[in-house]
Every structure is written in C-alpha cells, then in structure tokens.
C-alpha cells in the first residue's frame, strides 16, 4: 500500500459524495456533459487571495503567474484579485488581452521572445522582463521601428537560490535573466536608450514548502535589488520578488507557513532603505492561488483483477494530468491526492491501482491506493489539478482529446 | 561535456545545411513559413517499411501503431505500405477513418474503451483487442443493442516480458489484457456469443535494442498462442505479435540488428504447428517506421551567456519534443541526437546548453553538447523526431502553441 497526497481544504461530503464549491460532483459532471472534467472552484481561489491578502503588507502587490492556468474563466475570475498578470508567451499576452486587463497590469518574462512578441508587448505597452542584453537590443530597435519607447525591467539571474525549491531558478549558470553582475551595465543602456524603465524581476525557485527557505529567497532578493539600484544610480519604479510558494502534493507535504513568511515580509517592509519608497513591490504566485482550487474527475469504466492486483480504468489519464502519473516516468513515482469521489469519506476497504484510459504502464493516476470499494460508473477525482494540469498535459496523446474545464 | 545521441540513416550534408529528403532545412522552413517545425521523410518512411519486408518472412504482416505518430499525411503514407492499422482511442478510429483506411484492416486496443468507442468501432467493423471480461460483455451487449456481431480478439496479459524494453507491457500483474490463464474461457464465452472470432494480441513490450530479447520473447509469443488456441480449441484467425522493435536514441544505443530477427521469424514461421495453417500473423510497429523519419526544427533567438555557460535560446522545446528534454525532470538526463542544422558537418567548437522558449528550467533539448559556433537565425535540428513528439508533448504549455508539421 502507498499513501495518497493530503487532500486541500475546502472539499467536503454530501451523501456520500465530494462537494466542490457547494455542488456534488455527479451534479458537476451531469452539468459540464463529461468525464473527463477540471472543475475549478471561484471560492477557493477567493479564499487563497483572502489568505494572502491577509498574511501579507498591503506594500507588497499580488500578481498571477498566467501559465499555472491559462483557462479563460480563470483569467477572468482573477481580475479582480490580484494587481498584475505575469506571461510567459505571445500567447499568453492574446489570453490577457481578450480577458480587457489593461497591459499595463502585465509584465512578459521568458528567454525565448521572439520579434514578432515583443513588438505585440511593446505595442501593447505591456512591461518586458528582459532576459538578456541581446533580448534588450532587439526590445529597443523594436520600440525604435514602431515608435513606441517599451517598457523594460531586467529579469535578474541571482547568485542565490530558493533553497529546498522544487524548480531552481537562481544560482549558477541559468538561461533566465542576466547575471546580477552585468545588470547595471545594462540597465544604464537601457535608460540611455530612453526606454521606459521599470525596474528588476529576481526569481529564485518554485515549489518551496519551507518558509525559511522562502523567507531567507526573499530577504536576498531585497538586499540584491538595493545593490543593483545603487549601482544603477536609479531607483526602481517595480520590484517583482518572484513567488516560489508551494502546495503540498504528496504524503508529508508539510503546508507552507504563511503566517511566518507574511510576518518576515512586514519586517523587511519595514526595513527598506528610503531608495524604495517609491518602489511597487509585488510577489508573483500561479500554482499557489490556482493549483489546490482544481479538481479532475474521471469515471471509471472497467474493474479488473490482474494476477490479484485491483485496478480501476477511468476515461482519464496523464493526457490531461500528466505530473500525477508521474510525468512519463519518475524514480519514485509518488501519489498525488486522490479519491473515489462518488464515495467520499466511505470506509477504505481495498488497495487499487488507478490507472488512465492510455495504452501506457505509465498511465497510472494513483499507485497501491488505499480506497473505498468503487465499481464501473464511479467518479474518481484527483486533487490538486488546478494547476500546471490541463495546459502542461499532451492532450492529443493517443487521441482521447482534452478534458473540459469548468469553473463554478 | 555530454554526447549527444546518434544521428540517424539517411541524413545528408548540402552546402553546409542538413537535407531532409533531397531538401535544405532553410528550404524546408522557408516552404513552412515557420519555426518550430516537424519534417516528415517519406523517403525514410518508405526505406524502413523496405527494410522491415526484406528482412520478414512474407507470412508476417506489418501493422502500424497509429499512436506512435497520428499526423493525417503519415496515416495516408503509410496506408499503401502496411497491412494493418492499430489505433488506441475514438479518436484515433476517427483518423484511420478519415484517412479511408479499411476498417477491416484496423484493431482497437486500449484499457479504457468507452462504450460510445466501443459502438462506434463495432459499427464500423474494426476488431476489437478486448482488455477484459467486463469490456467484452459491453461490446457484446453493444453488439446486440445494434445488431451487428462484433469482432473480437483478445488481448492476452502473457507471464513473461520483452527483456530490455523500455516499457514492459506483459509479466506479473497490469492493466492491459486478460491475464493469459484466463483467456481460454472468456474466448470461448465469446465464441459462444456469436461474435466473429478474431483471436490474440499479445503484446511484451517496447522500445528494446537487443535482437535476441525480441526473438525470445517472440518464441515465447507463438508458444502461448499455440497453447491457448489448444485451450480454446479454437483456431486463430490471427495473431497479432506485438512489436517493441526500438530505435536507438542515446549515445551508445545500438541499433536493433534487424537481420537476426528477421532470421528467427522465418525459423519460427517454419516450425508453426498445422493448427497455424490458416492464422493470419503480424507484427505491430509505431515508433520502428517513423520515429527516425521525422526531424524537430527550432530557431536560435538568443545567444547568451551565464557565469561562463553558454546558451542558445531557441524558439522550440518541450511543450514540442517533451522527450527529448527528458519528461520534465528525469535523474540522468541524457541528449537525443542534435545538431546546428544550418552549420550540418561544420567543426564544432564549443559546448553550449541548447534550451528552448520555456520559463522552466527543464526546458533543454540538449544540455553540454559539443557544437560547431551558432548564431541567432541558425536553426536547430533534433532528430528522431518521427514518433511520441508533436502528438506526445503539452502543446499548450505557456501558450506558444503547437509546432508546424510538414511531410516531404
């Protein structure tokens, strides 16, 4: 027997079934026409900014991460909420432009801009995070052919990084950003330029749990931005600090302290020096406000027994939630949080491999499970699917085609 | 410095480009009108196919494996050149369909056949490979409800595997097929239902290099039909012997000597017992015809450099070719075949970190790789490209969209 992910808080039982946003999941499924379904939950993610909101100095902005979650509904629905949009591609800038967010709301970070989306940012007037001096050059001859200053920050590549992060971004030799030390250099050449300044972007890591780990990322990226903006000789119109907050997905995940990472964000608040009075500093989150608000529900269309091992078919699969079968294969393939939704909070009665509907062994969306007896007809969600799950799946793979998504 | 895979056969050197079939890649991509792009060969296509009959004896049949590579002009090349079709969803069904193939040269296997997959395949008159008992009653029941005796073959869960594969799909328990010593019941059973009899589709695995794994497995194939066929009493009206014929990829892979298998066929075929006089024999391929047929393209946007690692930032990646950049994380990431398409045969000079446009540190099509000097506007090729790439990986990720594909 393997354990399963802790389930995110928020779901709860209704006749013996899971209730996502107030409605039972076979009420969901009848509504959207199919399995298989995301379902994201508005609450959940209004309870996520609520928290943040809450834990965190009203100094510091809010931005989302478009890629954790592309879906138009969830665009829209963070409108609102959160005071920036970060993207990482052309298309993600169409996203927020249908979704009416004023570009200047939107700052655009990624290594590989090409022309043709950097003249789209710059038309816009949508905020470059410039990842090299080479991106720059073109970023200002650009502006230069069509008339228009851009507005430039640089993405830093820091010599630290977010310690315990599931995805470092910081330390070392990295295809993010310029390295801190070549960053005034190119920040005066960009003024000079007469570009619209608007300050530096230091992203450190991803997916940390550890609020130390987070704290300490942070305290760095303060005392770096101060240095570079001395050495600049300008002050800084936007500090993004980057996000790096994690959920947990897998058995003894601890949940991140967001109370100790707020208090450490009002001390260092607090602590600026006066150069960033008028500085806008912003953390930027996608998996943290969006990934736990997700639920996939797949039906299980076969029960077989194999040489005594259980498992449970569904019309799933790592098509549309490829990181909970394990991303095509992993060392120590570990469960994310799962259950037979159609009999949620029934007594466990046997192990079961669930697997996905692909003609793969690494279809499985969760391994020696422990679960309530489930037959034919029966929904099985996978938590933790709001996130890096539908946009970050091989949809076409074998011809199933995508999931729906539905927000409620 | 890390290797990097071996390019394929039939790759050919033109003024300092690659030739992909008699055409440059500047040519190539000028007739796309973009990067990133997958090229097709149908002059690979058809040496491999070649290759395959030289070397086969004529009793067995070559089927294609859909999956492998779905593109609609593959579906239409290949449909001259092989005998049978293998697809593993609805979806799939749809293309072979499309592409007029004859449904009786088609067979569905999959773990999660949905009963809408199931009608519409029994309608059609495309062999069913059953996965389990429940799964033939539904197609039975489905039969009956639409008048028409559907044709079934069973796929057999065998108790040994295909040693060396990179995915092993028979031995102990799995959720594909029936496991063997239940088979001869459930065959009879749906002998007994009226449906037309199509008989077994043994499958042991994938993507192995070892000729004599392929050729002990295979014996081990045709000894567990002969038995269940006793068993059943019952002849095969065919027998579907699976593939798992591997192409190599990483450097020191070496390619499947095609010519010993071939060998061990014609003995086995000579040696099949009387009750096989009749029994329609094939193997079934995906990745063996067209995963060295296809070539990734990706163009140089940046060029840079971090702490003395040099970068070339290119406007592909994973959300294209996810295998090649290792499935989002794997510990011992190792480089598929790459080269500077437009510098093809040049000296190489320097190691560089080919990534791709992807904010993720993953995203690498080829890490510490000895290349001649390249340039922003120089394009990158990835080779064996062919299968599991356009239809395998998140199109959708970060919204740069999907990659041209194009077949010459």
Known sequence: MKPVGPIPDGYSSSNGELVIGGRRVSELVKDAGQT??????????????????????????????????????????????????????????????AAGIDPARVSFAGPGKRDDELEAAIAAGVTLNCESEGEAQRALAIGGRIGKAPRIAIRVNPDFELKGSGMKMGGGAKPFGVDAERVPVLARSILGAGAEWRGLHIFTGSQALSADAIIEAQGNVIALAAQLS????????????????????????????????????????????????????????????????????????????????TYLVTD??????????????????????????????????????IVGCLCTPLDRLSDQALMPRADVGDIVAVFCAGAYGASASPAAFLGHGPAKEMII
């Open 36 to 97: 298989p379904l995301f379902v994201y939950s508005r609450a959940h993610l209004d309870r996520r900014v609520g928290e943040l909101r809450a834990a965190l100095p009203p100094r510091i902005g809010l931005n989302y991460a478009v890629k954790a979650n592309p879906h138009p509904a969830i665009i829209a629905h963070m409108e609102p909420l959160v005071d920036g949009f970060d993207i990482a591609s052309g298309g993600e800038l169409a996203m927020t432009g």
């Open 230 to 309: 001395d050495e600049i000789g300008e002050r800084l119109p936007k500090l993004n600090m980057g996000g790096g907050f994690g959920i947990p997905y897998f058995p003894n995940d601890k949940r991140l302290d967001l109370g100790a990472v707020g208090q450490a964000l009002h001390r260092y608040v607090d602590a600026l020096p006066p150069a960033f009075a008028e500085t806008e500093l912003c953390v930027e989150l996608g998996r943290y406000l969006v990934g736990e608000a997700g639920v996939y529900l797949c039906r299980i269309i076969d029960r077989k027994v194999s040489h005594g091992v």
């Open 316 to 353: 799933g699969g790592l098509h549309h939630q490829l990181a909970a079968s394990g991303n095509f294969g992993t060392v120590v393939r570990r469960n994310y949080p799962a259950a037979i939704a159609t009999q949620f909070g029934a007594e466990p009665t046997e192990v079961v491999n």
